[in-house]
């Protein structure tokens, strides 16, 4: 069974820039949660999808925003990138939305010039 | 609101040498206690887990006990390889919303 995907897994962009970052879930699991993950902040947790519907959400302003579409797959899209937007952005997929069925893909690599 | 704590990093051991890494939390409900490991360039992946107090989790030699007592879930392993170098991330989290509160994570480097 393959394991969850991120796309891309390297991004630059510039302040003022928006971008978009897609996750697939392994196939079956109906959960996508994102984390982001800095040196200073270590991993925070950013929302989490079930069925298309977001469940939970971190602390983040609302430039951080995400979706799920009817197949699982989510994004998360951050507008208006500032310089502290860099880092690693994780997520991870479950079955039923459970903690104890979280897995991780490899992330996307956000740098903000 | 929820918190994990982690004793900070890095951690160098010789290979073979007995490993532990002190994880403490606070909860206002009953969570699963977890550690994930992360290597160079790569994801996290779960390392065991322990759902309720007194439970063991364990696997690949490491081993976790959920100590509600004294609020710990401490990691450890007897006899630690190179290929154990990584960062390692207690959790915690509770099963409706899919949401994981980590500790700052440990970096741990084992040399030959």
């Not at chain 1, 937007?85 to 104890?100: F, M, Q, R």
């Amino acid at each position: 069974k393959a394991g969850v995907t991120q796309t891309p897994r390297y991004l630059i962009k510039t302040r003022g820039q928006q971008v978009t970052l897609s996750c697939s879930p392994i196939s079956g699991h109906r959960s996508v949660s994102w984390y982001q993950q800095t040196p200073g902040q270590g991993l925070q947790f950013l929302f989490e999808y079930f069925s298309e519907t977001q469940r939970n959400k971190g602390n983040f302003p609302g430039r951080f925003s995400g979706r799920q579409f009817s197949n699982s797959r989510s994004e998360m899209n951050v507008s208006t990138l500032e310089l502290g937007d860099s880092a690693l952005y994780l997520c991870a997929s479950g079955l039923a939305g459970g903690v104890d069925t979280q897995y991780f893909g490899p992330g996307t690599r956000l740098t903000v010039l | 609101g929820d918190s994990v704590t982690q004793m900070e990093g890095p951690v160098t051991l010789s290979e073979e040498a007995f490993l532990t890494i002190n994880c403490t939390y606070t909860a206002t409900g009953y969570p699963s206690l977890f550690w994930y490991v992360q290597y160079p360039g790569e994801g996290l992946q779960l390392l065991l887990k322990a759902t309720k107090a007194d439970d063991k989790g364990s696997n690949k030699g490491f081993e976790a006990t959920y100590r509600k007592e004294t609020t710990s879930f401490h990691l450890e392993k007897g006899s630690v390889q190179v290929s154990d170098s990584a960062v390692y991330f207690c959790a915690l989290g509770y099963n409706q919303g899919g949401k994981l509160i980590f500790g700052q994570g440990t970096e741990l480097s084992v040399k030959p």
